[in-house]
C-alpha cells in the first residue's frame, strides 16, 4: 500500500512564502507524476502544479512565476515552494501520486490535505 504524508501548511500573511512537502511510502516500484493540488471552500479542486518523471512540469496560470515544484526522487518526495502568496491562494492543498507499486500494479493516490491560510 502506498501512503502520502504531507507537511508544510500553515497561515501566512500576503507577500510571504511556504514550502509544502510530501514523501510517498510504500511499495513502490516508481512514481510517474507527482503533484499538487488545492480546492478552497465551494470551489473545485484545481490543478496547481505536477512534475514528471522526466523533470517536465506543468502549473496552472493562477501560479507561475510565484510557485515552485520540484522532487527528490531518491527519497519520493516533492516539494511546493510558495512565494509571493495571495489571499486567493488559501486553500487545502493536496498532493497526488502516480505510478506503479511493487506488483507492478498501477497506484493513484492522495495525501490527507494540509491547509494554507494567507491573510491579506
Known amino acids: 500500500q502506498v501512503q502520502l504524508v504531507e507537511s508544510g501548511g500553515g497561515l501566512v500573511q500576503a507577500g510571504g512564502s511556504l514550502r509544502l512537502s510530501c514523501a510517498a511510502s510504500?511499495?513502490?516500484?516508481?512514481?510517474?507524476?507527482m503533484g499538487w493540488y488545492r480546492q478552497a471552500p465551494g470551489k473545485q479542486r484545481e490543478l496547481v502544479a505536477r512534475i514528471i518523471s522526466d523533470e517536465s512540469t506543468n502549473y496552472a496560470d493562477s501560479v507561475k512565476g510565484r510557485f515552485t515544484i520540484s522532487r527528490d526522487n531518491a527519497k519520493n518526495t516533492v516539494y511546493l515552494q510558495m512565494d509571493n502568496l495571495k489571499p486567493e491562494d488559501t486553500a487545502v492543498y493536496y498532493c497526488?501520486?502516480?505510478?506503479?507499486?511493487?506488483?507492478?500494479?498501477?497506484?493513484?493516490?492522495w495525501g490527507q490535505g494540509t491547509q494554507v491560510t494567507v491573510s491579506s
Open positions: 510504500g511499495s513502490i516500484f516508481r512514481i510517474n507524476v
Open positions: 497526488n501520486a502516480v505510478g506503479l507499486d511493487s506488483r507492478l500494479t498501477r497506484f493513484d493516490r
